[in-house]
């Protein structure tokens, strides 16, 4: 069933069209990502499709049941309530219920017969909404979200931006949406929260449509994808790998194309020129012919393939360092207590190391104390021979906001001639009068690209990057990755970009407050080895006849521990049966039901009691089986 549809969808910022013609509709289970370059339209698509901005032309239809929530990837005020009193919002009718419910019972020592059973028909209505459930919801995704119990109490006006962009993601997970309009979600969750994040939306019931640049993400979430290149909308079923390639396979189709195209109009033109040298009447009327075939072929043909703009760029090592680069023996760090302790870590020549861990743990921190930009509570870091250190700043605070982007550069490497800082500039997309602009006018991904450049410029052998992906698009960390995977030097970076840490890493590196550990060679084995592993097969071979009369003994021995265990859980759940009797009596018992606070406790621990009932079924169920197969 559709939840929404967009019908020949145009976007005009005066004189610039952001898209065109688009025409889409969503599905009730869709998981859609939007993605393309930065500034293409895909955040003004969302505000469009919730009535924050509007369509030059076209209309936007939603479904009468859709109830859409949106993401936005700077929200959240600065409140002075908790983050917990603030979450608890999205519950009010259900917080109002349960104040209601509390006077109420004060009540109802002298209330009526029909007094009583609005009550309890109150009672009823707020159990079916989630009444004795939504605290521990919240909970839940507040902790799954990366919060710890002691944040849950603090003022928002206190938390981080990151943390106010994930306490919004928490309301909006605990609406009532049905329809998620999420705009770079992943943006402040470190690899625990992203993670739990994709399998929530996954197993969330209704639609999905996410703009994001973490492929992995969308690669794991998203089963369309929707893509706004050139003014126009492309749409493919698949996750964004499977989109890449089909838009490549496109591409390639419709180059040839054009070219096929190209070269039949580059023969009837030279035809009717050659028609045209006979002046003659009959060449002439056969080249006005062709000429009116040729208009009709002009007006039908379609545009020149447009060229993605991206930028291509390599790190040059200017000195070649030593074997050992780079050696960290005991490193404890922190401010008012450690962060962690005993951190060693030791890196060779030419290893791309990807530093993994929590929000909060110390990556930054680490990365600024082998700079010597932070100072040690204990222990050494040596550098090896000949080694320079280029390091880039998730903060972007290597930047002057005062002066031009040309400035930039051309006073950090004067030795470069004003041409030669151009044609710099022109590589990462900085050209004509955008050269000129402040950097205090330019969005996260420029500056990126700025101070990616300068690394560039620098020519040091050893990279500490700190989030280098986080305000570049799709393209650019492709093309970062590129430079990265030919670059000769040595590589140690903090990032949270899955999809970037698979294709660069030699090795992983998780920091905790022990130290560091050893995270195995890429993300995805880092993600398997936190796995529980699966058990073995059982064995198939035949055992030899020395050992069947041992292995009968242990068959037997096993048989006998697993009915003495089946009748003592049949025991418990005879006990829990009888508990689970006395307290439906209970509850149903005219005085208890009066009595608000007693009746909320007998329901909890009847809660309780059920989970624990199901539970033992469960273990009765596989212990009637073992003893079972052990019977044959």
């Not at 993601?169 to 943006?187: F, H």
């Not at 929530?200 to 639609?207: P, Q």
């Not at 550990?517 to 936190?530: I, K, V």
Request: charge should be negative.
């Amino acid at each position: 069933m559709s939840v929404l549809a967009v019908h020949q969808g145009e976007k005009w910022f005066g004189e610039r069209c952001l898209f065109r013609d688009v025409t889409f509709e969503a599905q009730a289970r869709d998981r859609i990502g939007l993605v393309g370059c930065n500034g293409c339209g895909k955040t003004t698509l969302l505000r469009i499709l919730t009535g924050q901005d509007s369509l030059t032309a076209g209309e936007v239809i939603w479904a009468k049941t859709a109830r859409p929530g949106y993401l936005e990837q700077h929200t959240f005020g600065r409140s002075r309530r908790t983050l917990w009193e603030e979450t608890l919002q999205v519950f009010e009718p259900l917080v109002q219920q349960e104040q209601l419910l509390a006077r109420l019972s004060e009540r109802l020592g002298g209330a009526t017969e029909q007094e009583i059973n609005e009550y309890n028909a109150l009672r009823e209505r707020f159990e079916a909404q989630g009444g004795l459930y939504f605290r521990s919801r919240a909970r839940a995704a507040l902790l799954g979200l990366g919060f710890d119990t002691a944040a849950l109490d603090r003022p928002v006006s206190e938390l981080s931006g990151g943390q106010r962009s994930r306490a919004a993601m928490g309301r909006l997970l605990l609406s009532n949406a049905n329809v998620l309009l999420l705009d770079e979600p992943t943006n402040h969750l470190d690899v625990d929260a992203a993670e739990w994040l994709e399998e929530y939306l996954r197993d969330y019931n209704g639609a999905v449509i996410v703009v994001s640049h973490d492929r992995y993400f969308l690669d794991r979430v998203t089963g369309r994808t929707w893509e706004i290149a050139d003014g126009r909308l492309y749409m493919s079923d698949g996750n964004y790998t499977a989109h890449r390639q089909w838009r490549e396979k496109e591409a390639a189709v419709q180059a040839h194309h054009y070219q096929t195209e190209q070269r039949q109009i580059a023969r009837m033109q030279e035809s009717i020129r050659i028609l045209k040298s006979f002046n003659r009447e009959k060449s002439i009327r056969a080249a006005e012919s062709k000429e009116k075939a040729l208009d009709r072929l002009m007006q039908t043909a379609g545009p020149a393939p447009q060229k993605e703009q991206a930028f291509a760029f390599q790190f040059p090592v200017r000195l070649q360092s030593g074997r050992e680069v780079l050696h960290a023996e005991q490193v404890s760090m922190g401010f008012d207590r450690p962060l962690f302790t005993g951190a060693q870590l030791h890196l060779l020549r030419g290893e791309r190391v990807f530093l993994l861990g929590r929000n909060g743990c110390g990556k930054t921190t680490l990365l600024r104390g082998l700079l010597g930009k932070l100072p040690l509570l204990h222990g050494t870091v040596r550098s090896g021979a000949k080694v320079s250190i280029g390091y880039y700043d998730q903060t972007q605070q290597g930047l002057q906001e005062d002066k031009t982007v040309f400035d930039q550069i051309r006073d950090a490497y004067p030795r470069l001639s004003d041409a030669q800082v151009r044609g710099a500039l022109a590589a990462f997309l900085f050209k004509g009068d955008d050269v000129f602009v402040p950097v205090s006018q330019l969005s996260g991904g420029e500056k990126a690209r700025v101070l990616l450049l300068k690394l560039m410029l620098a020519g040091d052998n050893l990279l500490l990057l700190d989030e280098p992906t986080n305000h570049l698009d799709i393209r650019s960390r492709e093309a970062l990755e590129q430079a990265l995977l030919q670059y000769d030097g040595t590589l140690l970076a903090v990032s949270h970009d899955r999809y970037f840490i698979n294709r660069l890493a030699t090795r992983v590196a998780v920091l905790t407050p022990d130290g560091i550990e050893d995270g195995g060679e890429n993300y995805d084995a880092y993600l398997a080895a936190r796995r529980p592993p699966e058990p073995e097969p059982p064995a198939t071979q035949e055992p030899k006849k020395e050992n069947l009369y041992l292995l009968r003994k242990q068959q037997a021995a096993r048989a006998r521990q697993a009915a003495g265990e089946l009748r003592r859980v049949e025991r418990q759940i005879a006990d829990a049966e009888q508990r689970q009797a006395e307290l439906t009596r209970l509850l149903e018992d005219p005085q208890t039901a009066s009595d608000y606070v007693r009746a909320s406790e007998l329901t909890d621990q009847l809660s309780r009691l059920s989970a624990e009932l199901e539970a033992l079924m469960e273990q009765w169920a596989d212990l009637a089986a073992q003893v079972e197969e052990t019977q044959k």
